[in-house]
């Protein structure tokens, strides 16, 4: 049986990913990078290891014993890790930060990647198994969004565009074609809700793709903590790109965005 190696941050997709995986005859080697991943998994997985992102040679030791050559790369990592005195790396992952330029997302994550490669571990697409997650363009919920939110909607899309390009995030909340907040290291929801209290409600959330987009790691995804985000913040919109964008437990996401009123969009 053909392995493959999952290693997983927080939220559903590493489940979601193992399920498909294993639903297709492929062995799934989990190993959790971080806590709180998501408690599901070990039992979805065929076995799971729980391993510090930090501790780069006993990440790679693990699946070269398991025979693992290939892997994904699922669920929240955030780079504050990168930044916490509290995790304290191995010397491998102490050579390799030290020879980078910087620490943006794609800068470390290119540099796990070649890192993996040089011990004879691919990293798959993040979506190889996870295709039918992807929205095609539409209005997925009731509500329709009003000319103005469209506007915010292609105004937040554009902006979104030109952060990614950047690689400073996917995100921003915009209001009357206004950016409120724009995603960093915090991460997605935290944006939101910032972007929520600077505007005073009614914003629109933008979620994107990177313009060169590598889609072996850190492609975007939209999920109920993404809602429930939204609705702290009082936003009244969504729009996520097309056939990029992971769209993770699309029925409670649905739901919940038209219990509170809230437009959710894909578009290309």
């Known amino acids: 049986m053909r392995k493959i190696g999952l290693l997983a941050g927080v939220g559903r997709l590493p489940v979601e990913f193992a399920r498909a995986a294993r639903g297709m ?11 709180g991943t998501d408690k599901e998994l070990p039992a979805v997985a065929d076995k799971f290891y729980s391993i510090s992102v930090a501790k780069l040679s006993k990440i790679i030791s693990t699946l070269k014993s398991e025979k693992v050559t290939e892997v994904t790369m699922l669920g929240k990592v955030t780079k504050e890790l990168v930044f916490n005195k509290l995790v304290i790396p191995d010397m491998r992952l102490i050579k390799l930060m030290a020879g ?21 571990i691919g990293v798959l697409d ?6 039918t997650l992807m929205p095609l363009p539409g209005i997925l919920t009731r509500r329709k969004p009003t000319e103005a939110e469209l506007a915010d909607m292609e105004f937040g899309f554009q902006m ?12 921003v909340v915009v209001k009357n074609r206004a950016v409120m907040a724009v995603e960093a290291i915090e991460g997605t929801d935290a944006c939101i809700r910032r972007g929520g209290a600077l505007g005073r409600g009614g914003v629109t959330v933008a979620k994107v793709a990177k313009p060169n ?5 850190d492609v975007p995804g939209v999920g109920p903590d993404t809602l429930q985000a939204m609705i702290e913040a009082g936003a009244v919109s969504l729009v996520m790109e097309a056939g990029k964008t992971l769209l993770i437990d699309k029925e409670t996401v649905i739901a919940l965005a038209d219990k509170h009123k809230i437009t959710i969009a894909a578009q290309e």
Not at 100 to 120: C, H, I, P, Q, Y
């Open 160 to 171: 979104a565009k030109q952060i990614g390009g950047l690689d400073i995030g996917q995100t």
């Open 126 to 131: 993040q979506t190889q198994f996870l295709k």
């Open 25 to 35: 005859g492929f062995g799934v080697i989990a190993i959790g990078l971080v806590d």
């Open 100 to 120: 980078l330029k910087n620490n943006s997302d794609d800068t470390l994550m290119l540099a796990f990647v070649r890192e993996l490669a040089a011990e004879g």
């Open 213 to 217: 987009q590598d889609m072996r790691f």
